[in-house]
Structure formats: structure tokens, C-alpha cells
């Protein structure tokens, strides 16, 4: 049995003249969650699809738990648990004829203990006749997950599975993706725009414009981003990222709430920067720099590279 | 009193909702291609007054008079003489699989019987279950043969030309016989409503999938696209059964239409064509994103089935393009199936031809809609 759960190399997918994913390498070893991140658009679900035998790539080649991402899709779905960006269970079937009709398809001995267990385990026995389109987007994407787990899959491919969904909901769900990868071997790849649940991931996978920008842990995604932070609090920041913006050394500014954020890669002109705008009741101190830091250092970073290379 | 800026805002709304019309290419294409179908189908398909309309001959001499006869038949431009019939056997045949709809037949010794005033008999058949198709040919048989005879009958034979006619013209309206034109619908309806519901209801199940993006998850799930295919077919394969059997007891029970053939023969051409009406609805669904655009092209395809099938209107009467056309449709061949075991006790081996044309648009169906669905990710 391979060590990688997905073990990918120069994966390409055209639409048309349209690329969506450049050349997708990807070595993901089993029993850990890593985190699918990037902006809207930069390839993300098309890889998950390909990753799963549901897209044929036009280019490269690659195995997922072993099996021929090009030739042994079917064999592929059998150990997947694929959860698709938009809810795409059926909201004309009650909660527990969409899990009967999954266990049905995945050919399961005991169809009514599997699913009765499955709703235990969402505490959701009491609502099972209610049709799944009544149930709030949280719980829409609590019964995904367990739809999709249902059949013990070696692999989870999350796309964005929390989005739109309240951070109590984020939190459980999250604590249900760590309770199956923990116990039982699972690994998992999770899409998300959150940055507190990439930061909850072992690795983080950073994707822009269908190419790998970077790929690591949080620390090592802020080191090598080679970022420097400032941040400054307090009544009187509140209109100084106008001020800011434009001066030498000074690549982002963001709020955090009444805190001000002020971030560069060239540390001497970007202390430069912000000692101008000290004193008067504010104080900058060097921080570390935040994951969303860095992404956003890291996506203009691919903005650059791609307009070097048209 | 018409608000402030009333027509600004309606001028916002018409607009978005021209450059949605605009976008919607499929939906755009259509609204454009029906109307132009109609005129050209209303306008040169469609005519009540069917001429050359195929006939069989069985003549057992030939004389001058007698190809004088078969002449004016043919001149008069309502009886194509297709083909020979060597006996009254095949002359059955040939009716009840609807390859010619009239057969004439001319007895032996006609002209002796003829010159000797004996008033031999001359018999037409007419396939009289599209009541509309024959009527006029049929009416106008007396006069084409009476007149075709007044040229040959000159000279010493002019005698004969009184009153009454010197032969007996008999006509058979075989099938329906009284002309009853709920013979020739109601069966046809079957068709007709197989034809709509069957289309329809596929190309919207399934694009009911891909619309709600229930279909994603299907195709990640472990199941064939041909488990897929047959599973969401087969559903709607009882509904047709069951419209079947309402339309068939309406039939016998309300309308009183005969049901003179083999009901085994029907079953087999039911189930081939309503396959083939599950296999294009399907098709269907893999190009239509919407359930809107699904419905669109059902209709698209359902308005010519309608016209060019001899449903209402006689199939020998329109030209040889539009004959050409119903000839591919599924329903063209059910027709006949369905009306020859209704009212003609047709044989297997008189709609063989029917059941094979339909057999073939099914496998085709079949092999496009397997072939579509396996790239609907792609």
C-alpha cells in the first residue's frame, strides 16, 4: 500500500483554451488534513475533482489512495468521501432516504443500521423524515459530511465545506474532521477561505491562478512569504492606512478590529515607513506576521509572476 | 399618475432581462427555429388533398384497355402505380404493412367481359383507416376510369358508352370501412402522448440534477452511467405502461375502436419506441442546462412528430423531404404499428420494416445518450 493518500504529478486540466489547473504536483501522505487554500478561481476544485476521478485531466498523471487517477475512477469512488462545494444531496428526499439511498449505491449490507447509526451520531434521529432541504446550511452540511463518510472512505476531499455556516457549526465540523482523521487513519483534503481553519490544518497548500504557490506548515508558509509586520492600536489609527498605502516599504495594510496592520518584505524602508506616522497616540510594534499576511503577500506575489511570464 | 422614474426603472428591468433572453442561446435558438418550422411544415408539408398516393396492381390480363385504365389512374396524379401484386394475398400484405394504400384488381377476361357488355367487375382496395387520406381518391376513381375508358371505346365499341357504365366499379374501404375517424386518432394518440410525456418527463429528470447540482454528487457516488441510465429510465417506462393501458381501455371502452390484431405485436412496438422516447430525452437532459431549456427542446422535437408522423395529417400526401423526415421519427413507425394491429391485424411480418426503422433510431438514441452522459463533467 502506497504511503501517499494522493501522489500527484503535473496535473492539467483545460476547458476548452481556458487553463484551470497548470501542472498540479501534489505528495500528500496518509492520515493527515491538509488545507486547500487560494483565491476564487485559482483551480481548487478542479483538482479535487481530477483528484477523484470525476474530471479526466488533459495533462500529467497520478494515483489517489493507489489507484490510476486517469483509468480507475470507479475504483477511486469506492474509497472517497467527495463533498462538493454546493449542497448536492437531495432536498426532495428526507434526511434519511438520502442516507439510505448512499448506502444503497455503496452496495452496504444493513442499510437501516448503518443509517440509523449514521443519524445517531448527528443526533438527527428526531428529524429524519423532514426533508434535507428544511435543514438550515449548517446541518445541510453536517448531514454532507456524514453522508459522504458513511461508507468508511480512506480519503475525505472537502470542497469549502464550511462556507456560509456559523462558527459554532465551523467548530463541530471541524472537531468531526479531526475525530475521523485522529481515530481512524483518515486523511483529509479541505478547500476553505478561513484562514483559523487553515490554521488547523497540518499542511497548507497554497493554489493561485492553477499553479502550486506553496506548499508547507503555517510557520513555514510565514517564514518563507518573508513578511514583516507592524501593528499599531488605538483611536488615531483608524485613518492612517490611507496614509500608508503608497509610502516605500509599505506592501498591505489591513484592521483587525481597532488594530492596524502594516506589512512589507523589505524591513529597513517599511520601519521607515511607519516611524513617520508614529507618535501623536500611536505605536507600532513588530508582530508576527498572520497566515492571511501572508496569503495576501503570496497572491499578489502570483498576480506579479503571472504578468511577467503572459 | 405614473411614479418618478417609472420608466427608467422598467427600461433597467427591460433590459436585463433582453440581455437574459440574449444569453440564453438555446432558449434564443428556439424561439427562432419554431415559428420558421412551422411555416415550413404548415406551409409545404402539410396537404389535405394527398396525390400519388401508392398503389398496388393486380391485373391478371393485360390488354389495351386494361393499361389504358391503369393509365388514367396514373394520370389522374391521385394513384402512383408502385408495384405489382402477384395475388389477392400479397395484395393484403402490402396494405396491411401500409406500403400502398389502394390495390387495383383486374379480374381475367375483364376486356372480353367488357366488349361482350357483360359489366365485368373492377375492384379497388383502399386502405380506408386514415378515413382523410382516401376519401378524395376514392371519390374520384368513377370518373377517372369511366373517362379513361371513353377514349378506348370509340369507333365500333362507341355502343357501349351508355348509360349505365359498361364495367362495375367495386370499392373495399378496407380496415374502417365507414370512415370513422376515431378509428385512425385514438391509436394514434398513444403514440402522440407516449411521444410528449416519455420525452419530456426524461429530459427533465435528469436535468433536474444537474440544475439543483445533485448531479456532481451522483457521478461521484459508485454508480455506472449506465446504472444510472437504466435506473432513471425505468420509472418512467412504468408511467408510459400505464398510460398505455388508460389510453387502450379509453380506446376499446369510450371510442369503440376495433382491436383486431395480435396485442404481442403492439407490446413489442410499445416497448421498443417507448425506450427510444426515454433514450432521446436523455440526450435531451445532457445538453439542456435547465429544466426550462429541457422542456424547450422536447417541444422542438415533439411539434414535427406531430405533423410529419401521419398523425394528423396523411403521411403519402406530403412531399418526398418531408416524407423523408417522418421516416426518421420514432412515431411515423408506431403509427403504423399501432394502427396496422388495431384495425388491420398487420403480422410481424408486415410491420417488420416498422419495428426494425424504430429498433434502429432506439440503438442510436441509446448510443448518444450513453456517449453524452459519460462527458457531462467534461
Known sequence: ??????????????????????????????????????????????????????????????????????????????????????????????????????????????????????????????????????????????????????????????????????????????????????????????????????????????????????????????????????????????????????????EHTAYFGAALHASGRDRTRLERAVHETSGAGVAWQEVRPNLEDAFIALAGEARHDSRWQA | MIARGFWRRVWAIFQKEFTQMRRDRLTFAIMVAVPVMQLLLFGYAINTDPRQLPTAVHAEESTPIVRSILRGLENSGYFELVRESADPQESSRLLASGEVMFVVSIPANFTSDLVAGRHPQLLLEADASDPVAATRALGQAQTIVTRALRHELGGSLAGLQERPEPFELVIHPRYNPEGITQYNIVPGLLGVILTMTLVMITAIAMTREAERGTMENLLALPARPAEVMVGKITPYLLVGAAQTVLILVAALGLFDVPFVGNLGILAAGLAIFAVANLALGFTFSTIARTQMQAMQMTFFFFLPSMLLSGFMFPFRGMPGWAQAIGEVLPLTHFLRVVRGVMLKDASFADLHASLGAMALFTTAACGVAMVRYRRTMD
Open chain 1, 1 to 250: 500500500m502506497s504511503q501517499l493518500a494522493i501522489d500527484v504529478r503535473g496535473l492539467r486540466k483545460e476547458f476548452g483554451d481556458k487553463v484551470a489547473v497548470e501542472g498540479l504536483d501534489l505528495q500528500m501522505p496518509r492520515g493527515e488534513v491538509w488545507g486547500f487554500v487560494g483565491p476564487n478561481g485559482s483551480g481548487k476544485t478542479t483538482s479535487i475533482r481530477m483528484i477523484c476521478g470525476l474530471l479526466k485531466p488533459t495533462g500529467g498523471e497520478g494515483q489517489c489512495l493507489g489507484f490510476d487517477v486517469r483509468t480507475q475512477a470507479s475504483a477511486i469512488k469506492r474509497q472517497v468521501g467527495y463533498m462538493t462545494q454546493k449542497f448536492s444531496f437531495w432536498t426532495d428526499l428526507t434526511i434519511r432516504e438520502n442516507l439510505e439511498f448512499v448506502a444503497r449505491l455503496y452496495l452496504m449490507d444493513d442499510i437501516a443500521g448503518v443509517v440509523d447509526r449514521t443519524l445517531a451520531g448527528l443526533g438527527l434521529q428526531d428529524r429524519q423524515h423532514q426533508l434535507a432541504g428544511a435543514l438550515s446550511g449548517g446541518w445541510q452540511q453536517r448531514l454532507a459530511l456524514a453522508a459522504v463518510t458513511m461508507h468508511g472512505p480512506q480519503l475525505l476531499l472537502l470542497d469549502e465545506p464550511t462556507a456560509g455556516v456559523d462558527p459554532q457549526a465551523r467548530r463541530d465540523f471541524w472537531d468531526q474532521i479531526h475525530r475521523l482523521t485522529g481515530d481512524g487513519g483518515v486523511t483529509a483534503l479541505v478547500s476553505t477561505h478561513y484562514m483559523d481553519e487553515a490554521e488547523r490544518c497540518d499542511r497548507i497548500v497554497y493554489l493561485a491562478n492553477g499553479r502550486l504557490v506553496i506548499e508547507g506548515t503555517v510557520a513555514d508558509i510565514i517564514a518563507r512569504s518573508g513578511l514583516v509586520t507592524f501593528r499599531a492600536e488605538g483611536d488615531r489609527v483608524r485613518h492612517l492606512a490611507a496614509r500608508l498605502r503608497g509610502k516605500p516599504g509599505v
